[in-house]
């Protein structure tokens, strides 16, 4: 897998995984059902981070980031161009 998003779709039987880039999004809420969980990375710390639960985010960009807590998300809101460019 990439840094990128990775998207998990639980098909029952089997799992199977999407590697994504930073920002691009297979599901959208148009489209997704409930056996759907959308991944990525935490730009700041790394920590894997459920993008449809995480009540931590910010555009930078034209590009939505996730994050796992309130301190790394005022942490990238400061220098959002650092951390995007890692990110990619």
């Known amino acids: 897998m990439t840094s990128g998003l990775c998207a998990y779709a ?14 691009e ?4 809420e148009e489209n997704s059902y409930a056996g ?5 990375k935490d730009p700041v710390c790394g920590m ?11 555009q930078y960009g034209g590009k939505k980031f996730s994050f796992c807590s309130e301190q790394c998300k005022k942490e990238f809101d400061k220098q959002p161009e650092q951390y995007a460019r890692s990110a990619a």
């Open 10 to 23: 639980d098909y029952g039987n089997y799992l199977s995984a999407f590697s994504l880039q930073p920002g």
């Open 25 to 28: 999004n297979l599901f959208t």
């Open 36 to 40: 759907v969980k959308l991944m990525t």
């Open 48 to 58: 894997n981070v459920d993008e449809n639960k995480s009540q931590y985010q910010s």
